[in-house]
């Protein structure tokens, strides 16, 4: 699947910090980086999957207060013909905070029975017996690009305080778990899947310039080696390593290292590509800029009219205004603590009761 214009324009929807998430979800819409995933965590089960078949279910499981901090994704891929089951659910937890949640694994557990549990509805909204009723199995995979060392175990025991006699009665499960800065490059470019290489890029994105070179150039160099059916996947790649250098390097390094990935691509644009995306990204911070400064600007009145309220309320009630209350008040800037401020200015006998 090529990546299209609008898909690369997306990317500039949204918030700098947020590239990390956006980026690797756009990267697994690829069902070849999909695979590329499974084999850097779980490669003995990749030729056991008919990965020409994976499917993207559009479903996310993750509430609104959590998607600041991780996204999920969620794929159907069959069994090989001669397997005793029929499909696979890969269930991938995209985690991109630098902080570690210690509640991880509970979370991995409560998405995969909200899967199960959609299953349950389809099967009774159509009046499925339950006899036939059979679970899909599902391989969670939780996918960290945070910088933190994970130490925390994967488990509900992780948040337990429970003897030893008692764990048979908690329930266990694995899950896949790759910390992509934790990895050493070595596994996770061991099946020479481009996937890989671009991961080895994205452990770099912090460090000197000399060393996100060096990776580049190792990346480029094997995904030139890419066969020709395998365009659309290269493409990806390069476009994925501009949008890195675009929204993760400084913006004094932005010309070199697009020369460099220019240098070693043949049959694309870099440049040309590279300058379009820079545009709309300044295009979109000026955007930005401006719509951030009008909300403050609208806060900044609406703290300025409820100074005014109070100050008026204050001469009404007792004539005059000492200098010093005035200066107190207008030194206020929390919304909340104006609002609180009035009433207790309607209700004061005098301005000693006045809790200020």
Request: no cysteine; hydrophobic share 40%.
């Amino acid at each position: 699947m090529a990546a299209k214009e609008t898909e690369i324009g997306s990317f500039f929807e949204i918030p700098i910090e947020h590239f990390p998430d956006r980026s690797a979800r756009w990267l697994l819409q690829d069902k070849e980086n999909v695979r590329g995933l499974v084999e850097i965590v779980a490669n003995e089960l990749v030729a056991l999957l008919d990965f020409s078949q994976l499917a993207h279910l559009n479903r996310s499981f993750i509430s609104d207060t959590l998607r600041e901090q991780e996204s999920d994704i969620l794929f159907s891929v069959p069994f090989q013909s001669d397997s005793e089951t029929d499909e696979l659910l890969i269930y991938i937890l995209i985690e991109h905070q630098s902080t570690v949640d210690v509640s991880m694994g509970f979370r991995v557990l409560f998405y995969m029975m909200q899967i199960w549990d959609s299953q349950r509805q389809e099967w009774e909204s159509s009046n499925v017996p339950k006899s036939q009723w059979r679970l899909r199995p599902i391989l969670p995979i939780v996918f960290y690009t945070g910088s933190q060392r994970w130490t925390t175990p994967l488990t509900l025991t992780a948040l337990m305080d429970i003897p030893e006699v008692l764990t048979r009665f908690v329930p266990t499960y694995e899950t896949l778990f790759l910390s992509v800065k934790e990895t050493a490059s070595s596994r996770l470019t061991q099946s020479d899947h481009p996937l890989g290489w671009l991961l080895a890029v994205l452990q770099k994105e912090d460090a000197d310039k000399g060393s996100i070179s060096d990776a580049l150039l190792e990346a480029l160099s094997h995904l030139n080696s890419l066969d020709t059916e395998q365009g659309d996947q290269r493409r990806r790649a390069i476009i994925y390593l501009l949008l890195l250098i675009l929204h993760r390097r400084p913006v004094e390094e932005h010309e070199e290292l697009i020369t460099l990935v220019d240098r070693y691509t043949q049959g694309m644009e870099v440049e040309t590509m590279a300058q379009s995306m820079a545009e709309v990204l300044i295009e979109r911070g000026i955007e930005r800029g401006i719509e951030q400064g009008i909300e403050q600007g609208i806060e900044q009145g609406e703290t300025r009219a409820k100074h005014e309220a109070i100050l008026k309320l204050l001469q009404f009630r007792f004539d005059t205004v000492p200098e010093s209350v005035a200066t107190r008040i207008t030194s206020i800037q929390n919304s909340a603590q104006l609002d609180s401020l009035f009433e207790k200015v309607l209700v004061a006998e005098n301005l000693d009761e006045i809790d200020w």
